[in-house]
């Protein structure tokens, strides 16, 4: 028979807004839905309270009280509430539809989880446990039923107040647990009573459950689980699953303490404690659970399937996952009408006492774990782990990009390990950050820099040839860093390299100011005359050509258009003057900023041509002079 259809909620439409569209699931106290807000054009998760409570007006005072707090706490990591109302018989919760699995149907798909899984779980668990403890709410009922985990990877935690809106009912009056037994705290058993550090408690037993594949107790009935629960210390998650790390049973182990003082105060401290675990265990390769949903959408919410006040005759897996609305009288301290063997005691007592003095015995090699001595000054360090009951022993140091010099660098074993007392705990101290000197290459050649660099662990970058007339080309000037400077091992070396003398390109220039440049750049200097249409006495050729490089001291033979006697003579005939022809007064510009000089020039109608023969922008020569005359839009050549 298919139940969806069954249902007479299913296709109605509640309180005007709510269209039911589906049944996900039924549990011991309300049912969930998927329904489409009508009026919001969403869909949610509608969950609606079973008639039982619905008719009880404490409840449903208390039901939409701890809706609105709820509502009010907006997490990230909690499934947020809507809105809540009633419509005739009918109380329900609007609720986000989180569409992926819970928490228990990874571990039914999966069995256990490796420690760093299970933490990457817990983690923003605690995260909305915590959220919810500072805003002054206790869950109540933490298991993985209540854990969502959605088909993008968040996690999300549901059912924040339901089962303190059910201690309002006429059902539990008179004293009654409520919660789920397989992670009911001793005080939920014993008192009903709940705080922060219940939820911790549930949230230790979850972990427990995450790395071994089970809870830590099972049993025939509820009760006897909850007296495992009230006179049982809970075992390390290692003595069941031996590959456990030490640091999974630390946090088990806080949380689950019988006394309500020996837990962490809250959620956040124990958040606090199981990121730093995190952080500590190695990483692995395996992706979280919650990334590898099998892509069907289960049920965003708990669901059990146990009614109110009732309790099942056995104990398979499922029902102990069940919230639990249960007398508290039936829970024992021992059974009722039972009559002693007392031979058995006393040799029950005498075993005891054996055990507990075996115990004894054994414990006096007393195990000691090894302090955070990472980052501490080594002299203080040495100190700190003899006072702890260790021999130690000084390492040689390494180098390390982080920890200063001179502090600890780490322990051999390393932090938490537990050693027997007067065992060797190794310090390696930090020599800090391993910086090497750039070595000195000045005068070599471009190969042995390059094998001198390399040797002193470092590699070149850029090689730049630059004019020099002090070092003989093809050697190397200088480099960046500076010799003797010290840099990270690995940096990038600038070697510069002499190019000797280059040859400046002075084509166009007039004779005499170009011979006398190539003088001051260490050229010898010939000059030949040549009959030629170029302005007179402007440089038509050069050798060597622009741009060369060669040796100190090289010749250097500029041919120039032979040099008119009568200049204006040819300036005429080159540019077929008449009379009626206008002529502008070239400014000298000389030692100007080229820029500067440029937008001067082209101010006064001329064009302008610029050659470089240095880097610093200034004008050195021009052609034609200053203050000679030239025709508008005549060619004025700039060198800088």
């Keep these: 028979m298919d139940t969806t259809t069954a ?123 915590g959220a919810a403890h500072q805003a002054g709410m206790v869950h109540r009922d933490v298991k993985p039923e209540n854990v969502l985990l959605t088909d993008d990877g968040r996690v999300k935690v549901v059912d924040f107040g339901l089962a303190r ?28 009573g709940a705080d922060v550090r219940s939820d911790v408690y549930a949230a230790g037993i979850m972990l427990f459950e995450l790395v071994t594949g089970q809870q830590p107790y099972d049993g025939e009935t509820p009760m006897s689980v909850a007296y495992r629960h009230v006179h049982d210390t809970v075992p390390p998650p290692s003595s069941v699953v031996p590959e456990v790390p030490p640091l999974i049973d630390t946090l088990v182990t806080h949380a689950t303490a ?133 021999k130690v022993k000084t390492a040689p140091g390494e180098n390390d990009e982080k920890i200063a010099e001179g502090l600890v660098l780490r322990t051999d074993p390393g932090r938490n390990v537990e050693l027997e007392r007067g065992a060797v705990l190794t310090l390696v101290p930090s020599l800090g950050p391993k910086r090497v000197l750039v070595p000195n290459v000045e005068g070599m050649t471009e190969p042995e820099a390059r094998t001198a660099v390399a040797k002193a662990g470092l590699d070149v970058n850029r090689v730049s040839r630059l004019a020099n007339q002090g070092v003989e080309r093809g050697k190397v000037i200088r480099t960046s860093p500076e010799v003797g400077e010290k840099v990270k091992e690995g940096s990038k070396v600038n070697i510069y390299v002499s190019a ?82 206008e002529f502008q007064l070239v400014p000298s510009v000389v030692g100007k900023n080229v820029n500067d000089a440029r937008n001067e020039l082209q101010g006064l109608g001329f064009k302008v041509q610029v050659r470089k023969l240095t880097k610093d922008g200034v004008v050195r020569f021009q052609r034609p002079a200053g203050n000679s005359e030239r025709p508008p839009g005549a060619t004025v050549v700039l060198w800088q």
């Design 7 to 129: 249902d007479p909620l299913v296709g109605r439409l509640l309180d005007g807004r709510y269209r039911i569209e589906s049944r996900i699931a039924r549990g011991g106290m309300a049912t969930v839905y998927l329904a489409l807000d009508v009026r919001l054009d969403r869909t949610v998760a509608l969950k609606v309270m079973h008639r039982s409570l619905a008719e009880d007006p404490a409840f449903v005072r208390r039901f939409i009280g701890e809706a609105k707090s709820v509502a009010s706490l907006s997490h990230p990591n909690v499934v947020h509430v809507f809105d809540q109302g009633t419509d005739t018989d009918v109380v329900y919760l609007s609720m986000e539809y989180v569409p992926g699995k819970t928490l228990r149907d990874t571990l039914r798909d999966r069995g256990r989880l490796p420690a760093r899984e299970a933490l990457e779980i817990m983690i923003p668990v605690l995260a909305a446990l």
């Design 165 to 192: 809106a059910i201690e309002a009912t006429n059902q539990t009056r008179t004293g009654v647990m409520i919660g789920t037994i397989g992670y009911m705290s001793p005080e939920q058993v014993m008192t009903g």
């Design 258 to 390: 019988r006394s309500p003082d020996d837990r962490p105060a809250d959620a956040t401290a124990m958040l606090v404690a199981a990121v730093d675990a995190h952080r500590m265990l190695p990483r692995t390769t395996t992706p979280p659970a919650h990334t590898r949903t099998s892509g069907a959408h289960s049920m965003p919410y708990s669901a059990p399937s146990s009614r109110p006040g009732t309790a099942p005759l056995q104990m398979p897996q499922a029902a102990a996952n069940h919230t639990l609305i249960q007398p508290r009288e039936e829970v024992p301290a021992r059974r009722a009408g039972f009559r002693p063997n007392w031979f058995l005691v006393a040799l029950a007592v005498v075993m005891v006492v054996a055990v507990a003095l075996t115990g004894w015995y054994f414990s006096q090699a007393t195990y000691v774990p090894v302090p955070d001595l990472v980052g501490k000054d080594l002299a203080v360090a040495q100190k700190a782990a003899t006072t702890s009951g260790f």
């Design 500 to 581: 000797g003398l280059v040859m400046p390109d002075v084509g166009g220039m007039p004779k005499d100011e170009a011979a006398n440049y190539l003088q001051t750049q260490g050229f010898q200097v010939q000059v030949n005359e040549v009959d030629d249409d170029a302005e007179p006495c402007t440089v038509i050729a050069q050798t060597p050509k622009a741009k060369s490089e060669v040796d100190q001291g090289a010749q250097a033979m500029i041919t120039v258009a032979r040099c008119q006697t009568d200049f204006w003579d040819w300036f005429k005939g080159d540019n077929e003057a008449r009379d009626d022809q």
